[in-house]
């Protein structure tokens, strides 16, 4: 017998919202879909019915993450003007987001998991729209002349990208949470240095 779609995508987000828990305080590797199946009090048939594998059920929940990143990085970007106002935004709302347990399981994933060329473009797509995020307020500040155009915004974009992402690590050498704000405060510091129309 067929489910009523409503109480079957209240399964599957609920399944999601149990394994997104256990994802975090475990990891990938050390979560079971037995551990999911127990602390989520759903059948495994259930959970299998819905997820065909613990890898597409952990997609799924950084997927829904990245959403909700998405929806909340907006809000916060439409409360200052200036493209440098919200690379210093970004950088601070990013810190918060890299304390995130569940940031810390995709690289986790990634070395764990024989990933194919499919699933690459997959997690592509998943960490997309925070690239396209940097890339929106770096190509703004270009085009109000606030930033130099003599870099490829795309470019320009995949550095701080990477610059922001890779700073969340030091989180492990005993930085407080003062200290880690102040990390990514310094990147843009020095990341503008490099663009700005401002910077003698």
């Known amino acids: 017998m067929a489910r009523p779609k409503g109480q ?20 990938y590797a050390g979560t079971s879909m037995e551990d999911i199946r127990e602390f989520s009090d759903i059948s495994k048939g259930s959970i ?15 997927e829904k993450t990245s ?13 200052v003007v200036t493209s440098t106002e919200k690379l210093y935004l970004l950088a601070k709302y990013y810190a918060s987001d890299m304390q995130n347990p569940l940031s810390h399981t995709v690289p986790e994933y990634m070395a764990t998991e024989n990933i194919d060329k499919m ?39 995949y550095i701080l990208y990477s610059t922001l992402t890779g700073l969340s690590i030091t989180q492990f050498f005993g930085y407080s949470d003062e200290q880690f704000l102040m990390l990514y405060q310094n990147a843009i510091d020095i990341f503008l240095k490099g663009i700005s129309n401002n910077t003698p």
């Open 8 to 27: 079957g995508q209240k399964t599957k987000e609920r399944i999601a919202e149990k394994a997104k828990i256990i994802f975090e305080q475990k990891g």
């Open 48 to 62: 299998y019915y819905h997820f065909k594998s613990k890898e597409e059920l952990f997609l799924y929940t950084v």
């Open 67 to 79: 959403e909700d990143w998405r929806i909340k990085w907006a809000n916060h970007a439409d409360k």
């Open 119 to 157: 699933m690459r473009n997959k997690i592509f797509d998943l960490i997309k729209p925070e690239y396209e995020a940097f890339y929106q307020i770096i190509d703004e500040g270009i085009c109000r002349k606030e930033f130099k155009s003599n870099q490829s915004p795309v470019d320009l974009a």
